[in-house]
């Protein structure tokens, strides 16, 4: 009896609380940057496309949702000849961000995703691409890895020596 | 067998192995570099460690490489203790310190052994705060590409290409930290087995350059046993799909034949399924027509006399369904005049003896090559005759007491213990310079010693009444009798079907001890030899049949110019032609009916041994493409002739083991196992590659029936053990290295699925065959022109994939550089033989025969003459033009190569759905 009457209590006293529910949508709830929402592709420091197509968010993705097919320019860089996300079968994981070695992938805290035509659910590299770093600015993949570019040369990359000269019996 | 302990756990194991071989068999993880099964090892790498201990009390043991210690009776070893583990994780961290950051743009990024390893050994975070070395790369050529940051200094790419290829331009450069493997300057790299450094180098270093201009991770695609198409070894191939369209062709392992390495005109050729010239649609004079059109139906279903042509570059099916269509009388094997006389004795030679696999030929220790260029012809099969001739080596280092497999070792005696290598025939080549006893002589010469040889073995052996032994004979008898496992090996090359005789004769006279291989040109030559034994048709009868009342000519796809340019003769006096045509070709036929290509569709061939080989489609048919037989049978239906019931590829197989016994149960497959997915258990997109035609995920299709699924859906390759693997692949070893947790040992019993019939049933006793006088007499006049092949212009087929087209040789004539002084010639002139349009290149060499000239024509190109008089050479004008076409053709393979480049892409976006369920 008397536990029940303390239930009843304590339920009446939470009347005055703070509310949580906000009335969307004329008044949307803060989401963290962090939180896991639309996905877009994102550029590097110079603007250039940071996805090198390297197929490691697809194949992390659970439901198999991205579809990209890599093909190299003139400049010597990967980059995806399409990049597909079918968003009628994306389920948020943020999988693929987690996968991606050169932070273009990312999960934004847009969750407005409505259509009524699964079709338009359906997200090609131009849909995708934005024209920031998103959360993780400064970072550039080329800067790091071994292969030659258009402007950058061998050697040039941070922490790199400059390229070896085979014919030199110097150590 | 021996018993030895590892991690404290008896295992028994087969002796004169190595222990990391023993570990791999027992199917234990133990990381390693640069041991490789088929090279043995040298120690490099140190990544092998483990700790062996003297004796049941010892608790401290010491540290040694598995790959470089025997296994012994009673041996003890750790793999797993924190010694040697910590160790192997030391080297991994000291490969990783000037690895480059590329993992995301190295083409060989998930199938990478070096990944594999690293990940093994529990290495993952960068001890290292200095700056990484870096190299420059350089140009190899269309087929490789080069990233040398990437290297890890393990000696494999070099111990391949010199030491068991025999390549000489590609070398270790510079020490320590500048090691460097390249070719002394940039340049295409020469040896023929260079596409294997892609497969051998553990690392991305070498990567395979046209599949990288259109990649797929492994991971991501559709895999399927297949059967090389381009040479008659029939190596065992897997091909790889993605969105559609074949990738690449890599190396499937086959205890029989290829074992681990395949040539390059395998590797690459396969590339001319994707060629702009293949057939997609139906045509009827040259228009394109729906299989409805009723002058197309009519013309299909016309009565009257059809003469069938096969061809040696379709399947087995193929051409049985052709032979039964129009009657074996009515069948015409392929139009090159030589043919059939060759099939129709390496058929009667398959019925007398069983041919050698290539695994068998690396056992030899004698060899013998009549008149044949096999490291032209059958590229694949010099390279296993160039392991043989280590195996005195290996006898002198076993002697020594020192393990077969310790290669410095076995390199280093071999100087001085060579394998007999006896070569009688024509034109420079990689074994013709190895050969102890040569003899430079013409294809009859060399005809006429065989049939002497065989004579000097064995009393009974018919000999020519003329011509007397040579001394080179003499002594290769002496050889051979000596030898213990003889290796006798000729071909088709020179056309002429003495050299066969001549070689079952030496056959005869040394008994079972001796080994027998003959190549044949194609894939499927001795497919045909085969349908043959009950008739056929010569082109010189089909020409007559065509003069004297109206016929209909139905034609398999033919890829040379030579029999190109017959088929259009015959086209002008046949009544109307239709052909089976794979790739687009001039000439006019009345109906084309397109058919799909091997990889898109299931079908069988017959290697130079009989081996009968089946491959399984990779991708979809496009467009109105349908396999030949299925056209074959539309036909049959049409006109009403047998083979009109037949419903489907199994009842077709079926009659042909009807006709032919021995094929028997090649082709069944136990209806109570589970198919076996073709995608790997992690291809990716599915729910999106199609999304932007269609967002209901259409469902896969599938043949009823068919051991293999085109889905995920099925068992994996690792649970399904007896059918042939569509891909190689193991939990933790992603690599082509996975490969050794299929097998027993390297060479071992086969892998299941690989025991194949062999169409021909050794039931006859064996004959000698008599010399026949018109073999060497032949009437002429001039010089003698002889054949020569090359790897990369020979095969009409390959040379469609671009790669392949690029690095083609252009028509060659050799001389003597006497000849050359007589006839007022220098080398690298453009010269023309009689009246014939054709420019070939001069060339001086000191291995033609005395009157004789070799000449090597490439597939599209024809020289219809066997000798010649009157030589006409260009002046500076003319070798202008040559010059400027072929610079033309080189722009427009380029050209080809980028519209065919962006049209895939395309099609990569666009997949074609035709044969997709669910949406039509
Ligand atoms: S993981 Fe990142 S870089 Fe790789 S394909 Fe996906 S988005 Fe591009
Ligand atoms: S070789 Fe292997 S480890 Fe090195 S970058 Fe390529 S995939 Fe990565
Ligand atoms: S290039 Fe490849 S095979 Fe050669 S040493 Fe380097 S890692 Fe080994
Ligand atoms: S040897 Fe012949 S069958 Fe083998 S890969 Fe080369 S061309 Fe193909
Ligand atoms: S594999 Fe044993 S030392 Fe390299």
Known sequence: ?171 | MVQIFIDKQAYEVSEGQNLLQACLSLKLNLPYFCWHPAMGSVGACRQCAVTQYKDEADTRGKMIVACMTPVEEGMRVSLNGPDETHFREQVIAALMTHHPHDCPVCAEGGECHLQDMTVMTGHYARQFKGRKTSFNNQYLGPLIKHEMNRCITCFRCVRFYRDYAGGDDLSAQASKNHLYFGRQSDGVLESEFAGNLVEVCPTGVFTDKPFGDHYSRKWDMQAAPSICQHCSVGCNISLSERYGSVRRATNRFDAHLNGYFLCDRGRYGFDFVNSPARCQQIRLRGKPARWQDEQLQDMLGSSGRWIGVGSSHASLEDNFALQQLVGAENFCPGLDDAQPALMKLHGEILQQYPMASLAEMEQADAVLILGEDINRSAPRMALAVRQALLNKARDKVESLKVPRWQDAAVRQVLPDNPVPLIWFGYGESELQSRALVQCLCDDQEAARQGFLLAGLLSEEAPVPQTGQASQQSSQAAEILKNARNPLLIGGWSAGNPALLAALANIRKALGDKARLAIAAPEMNSVGLSLLIQSGYLTQGAVKEALEQEPVNLLVLDHQSQASQSVLTLLVKKARQTVRLGLLEQEGSQDALLPVAAFSECSGSAINYQGRVQSWQPASKMTGDCMPGWQWLVHLARMQQRPLADVEDLGQLRHKLAQCHGQLGDVWRTDPHQPAVAQQPPRYSGRTAMLANQTVHEPKPYQEPQAPYRQSMEGVDTRKCPTRPMPYSWWPGWNSNQSVHKFQDEYRGPALPGQTRSVAFAHFESSCWFKWRPQWSDREQVGYRILPLKQIFGSDGLSLKAPAIEELHERAQLWMTPQLADKLGMQAGQWVQCDDQPLWMQAGLSEQVPEGCLLAYVPADEALPVTSCERFAVADLQQAEAIEQQHQGRMEGVRERRQTRQSWLLHQDEFIPIRFVEGLN
Request: glycine fraction near 6%; charge should be neutral.
């Open chain 1, 1 to 171: 009896m008397w536990s029940q009457l303390v239930t009843i209590w304590r339920v009446f006293v939470h009347l005055f609380d703070k509310k949580d529910t906000v009335q969307y949508p004329e008044q949307k709830p803060y989401l963290a940057p962090r939180y896991r929402g639309r996905i877009v592709l994102t550029r590097d420091p110079d603007g250039d496309e940071r996805c090198v197509a390297c197929n490691l968010c697809a194949v992390a993705c659970p439901v198999d949702c991205i579809a990209l097919q890599k093909t190299e320019d003139e400049d010597g860089r990967w980059r995806p000849a399409f990049f597909r996300i079918n968003f009628s079968r994306c389920i948020m994981c943020g999988l693929c961000e987690e996968a991606c070695p050169t932070y273009a992938i990312q999960l934004t805290p847009d969750v407005e995703m409505c259509e009524y035509e699964r079709k338009n659910l359906v997200y090609e590299k131009e849909h995708l691409t934005i024209d920031g770093q998103g959360k993780y600015p400064g970072y550039s993949f080329y800067r790091k890895a071994g292969i030659a570019i258009k402007g950058k040369a061998k050697g040039e990359a941070d922490q790199e020596k400059p390229p070896v000269d085979v014919r030199s019996l110097l150590p």
